[in-house]
């Protein structure tokens, strides 16, 4: 496989038409996080729905992920990835008209497949476009553009939400679809070179597997009734998985990756920093709308601190670690975010969303600037050319799994912390005991996730440097 598969003059189009696909995702795990309160009333869903609609997602997204990423390589990265921009707006049109609990989760479900395929081909189709020398300005330029291509994308989803009356959580799914079809029309015949390598099975054995290990243990942290034999069944998949994929003849994770240190660092480091971000911007809008009487359009107030500092700071920050490394930007980085989640923890018991919420954001979207470029990086230093895709796959795999853990596992603490008092965590009240209760439900997330981030500035020590 050659090191770039189209012509230098439509590397920055490929660019694009990343970009494009990445706000697509962005978006929908922004824009789901504010609607979800309106999504739940409307719905009728409880709390363990709830986290089933994000669930469903991020199950099918993340156990497919490492399939959608090895598919590329083999079929093509910039066809693989049309076809998982073609699957997610068919999810979203089917989001927008679900009107029961489980109609909703399958939706999810659909755009989580289209993600599989999407997600990885995005980052692959630019490393492969770019020469190694200039990959680590490119992706810097792709996070940031990215960002600031969703920045408004949660301000237009509360305002559909606060504005948009019963309708308005579903018009928020549109956003989705002239994204997806400007990344098709820019992508059209860009890509000559990417033939992929014909002739080569996908490991279907091994997807099943990986989806079949990661459901059981999300029923197993959601549900708290969930039988005892679920966590020995989950653990017995995943161990099935690895063992599959030790022997498989094409399989869909390639252990052998897993020798470069920097990548099981770095693959480390996404899955605590992931499980951080993923639960506290899961359960904040949930607790500000619920609770502190936050509109769905203020809560975006939470989220576009991060969306613009990681747009202003990514492309910097990827020079940055081309020149000195990753590892010193993703432990500063790391250790911002670990004192913002710090610093939400003291401040959930007051609920004083502009006073004190805010400013703490700000504080977090300071460190993930300083983090996703190089963690992107790093993610495919050591990575050989015709192999980006199933890197990028990994990487994305662990960081929706992350996600997953986090939301479930999270849950659990968070109902645990409100206790077993009426209405419950995440249902709109006004008592004082439900907004104690509520308080200390998002603390306990909010601690937890700051312990994460700071294990993730101590692990993000041992990322080697690249070699010049």
């Not at 020469?131 to 490119?138: K, M, T, V, W, Y």
């Not at 990215?146 to 018009?171: D, K, N, Q, Y």
Request: charged share 10%; net charge positive; proline share 5%.
């Amino acid at each position: 496989m050659p090191v770039s598969f189209c012509a230098e003059g439509d590397r920055r189009v490929i660019l694009w038409a990343a970009i494009l696909a990445s706000s697509m995702g962005f978006i929908d795990s922004s824009v789901t996080s504010i609607a979800m309160p309106a999504m739940r009333e409307a719905l009728g869903a409880s709390l363990p729905q709830a986290q089933w609609i994000n669930a469903a997602y991020l199950l099918s997204l993340s156990s497919l992920v490492l399939a959608g990423g090895a598919a590329g390589d083999r079929f093509g990265i910039a066809r693989i990835f049309s076809l998982g921009i073609v699957i997610f707006v068919a999810g979203s049109l089917a989001c927008a008209v679900a009107f029961t609990p489980e109609l909703m989760i399958a939706a999810r479900a659909v755009k989580g497949v289209g993600a599989a395929l999407m997600v990885p081909g995005s980052m692959a189709m630019v490393s492969r476009a770019y020469p190694r020398e200039e990959r680590g300005r490119a992706l810097g330029l792709w996070a940031a553009a990215s960002t600031l291509t969703t920045a408004l994308g949660p301000v237009l989803g509360g305002m559909f939400v606060t504005w948009g009356g019963e309708i308005g959580w579903r018009l928020i799914f549109a956003l989705n679809l002239p994204l997806g079809l400007a990344a098709l029309w820019l992508i059209r015949g860009r890509t000559p070179g990417d033939i992929g390598k014909p002739g080569v099975r996908v490991d279907v054995l091994g997807a099943a597997l990986a989806t079949l290990g990661l459901g059981l243990m999300a029923w197993s942290l959601t549900e708290a009734a969930a039988p005892g034999w679920v966590a020995l069944a989950a653990v017995a998949s995943l161990a099935a998985f690895l063992a599959w994929q030790a022997v498989a003849p094409a399989p869909m994770l390639r252990l052998g990756l897993f020798r470069n240190r920097t990548m099981v660092v770095t693959n480390l480091v996404t899955f605590v920093l992931y499980f951080a971000l993923n639960g506290v911007m899961f359960y904040l809008p949930m607790t500000a709308v619920s609770a502190w009487k936050v509109t769905p359009l203020d809560v975006t107030a939470a989220f576009l601190p991060i969306s613009i500092l990681i747009g202003l700071l990514s492309a910097p920050a990827g020079r940055m670690a081309d020149r000195w490394g990753a590892g010193p930007l993703l432990a500063a980085g790391s250790a911002l975010v670990a004192c913002a989640y710090a610093g939400l923890w003291l401040v959930a018991p007051q609920g004083q969303f502009w006073l004190n919420v805010v400013p703490l954001t700000v504080l977090a979207g300071l460190g993930l600037g300083l983090v996703v470029a190089p963690l992107t990086a790093a993610a495919m230093q050591g990575a050989e050319d015709g192999e980006q895709g199933a890197a990028s796959g990994i990487n994305n795999a662990v960081a929706r799994v992350a996600g997953l853990i986090a939301v479930a596992l999270l849950g659990r603490i968070a109902a645990a912390a409100y206790g077993p008092g009426a209405p419950g965590f995440g249902v709109t009240g006004d008592s004082p005991a439900h907004l104690a209760a509520t308080g200390a439900a998002f603390g306990s997330v909010a601690l937890t996730a700051s312990l994460m981030a700071a294990l993730a500035a101590i692990l993000a020590l041992f990322v080697v440097r690249p070699v010049r």
